[in-house]
């Protein structure tokens, strides 16, 4: 589908490990032609990374950066740092190629991911091009299941699900920026529907 010409909108997605995130990104890309927002990580690539998605840098080129000034958001996640520069950000929320650009992306933490783009986004007048998406789950049981399908070692699975029930009560109680909840828990064509749908609602006409 090609979308109507305007300046680029990011919608990031946050949610618990496993919830599905990158499902759901490959998804957008295929369907509406989204292009991924290129972040940087400090881990090691995944078999589960799409192309495009991350650049996989040193613990020492993101204090580099951070230091410059030059970082939008990051993320400490146990040992692994995850960023996205300001130029990232800025050259996606100004993109018009013929066609609306969409741009989707994972972010770590809500609190700490979501809010600096947002907020950055906000201090270029822009932030009504940034729509996050909180894919929602208390599902626990499934998402141990994925771990363990992945072979997360106990300790990061006990980490993640602790996490996953402490992002889960804070996005309940967001309110700025609007934080679009969508409940995980059902089946991928479900979900997938109002994915979709909700990412259409920003560049379809009113009927």
């Known amino acids: 589908m090609i979308l109507p010409t305007a300046p680029g909108l990011i919608v990031p997605f946050a949610g618990p490990t496993c919830v599905g995130k990158t ?33 996989y840098g040193t613990h020492d080129q993101f204090q580099e950066a951070h230091a410059s000034g030059l970082v ?19 050259q996606a929320l ?23 783009l947002y907020a950055y986004a906000h201090k270029n007048g822009v932030e009504d091009r940034v729509k996050p998406v909180y894919l929602w789950s208390n599902n626990y049981t499934a998402l141990f299941s994925w771990m363990e399908k992945r072979r997360y070692s106990p300790d990061k699975i006990d980490l993640n699900l602790k996490l996953a029930r402490e992002w ?22 479900e979900v997938e529907a109002e994915v979709v749908e909700y990412v259409l609602g920003f560049f379809l006409p009113p009927q």
């Open 168 to 189: 889960n009560a804070l996005a309940a109680e967001y309110s700025t920026p609007p934080l679009h909840i969508i409940n995980a828990d059902r089946s991928l064509e």
């Open 94 to 116: 100004q993109s018009n190629t013929g066609h609306r650009r969409l741009y989707v992306g994972a972010l770590v933490l809500v609190d700490e991911g979501i809010d600096k």
């Open 72 to 90: 939008c958001w990051h993320a400490q996640v146990r040992d692994d740092t995850y960023w996205t520069l300001n130029e990232t950000v800025t």
């Open 23 to 55: 499902t759901f990104l490959e998804i957008l890309c295929r369907t509406l032609n989204a292009k991924l927002l290129l972040s940087n990580t400090t881990r090691q690539r995944r078999d589960t990374d799409l192309e495009g998605e991350y650049t």
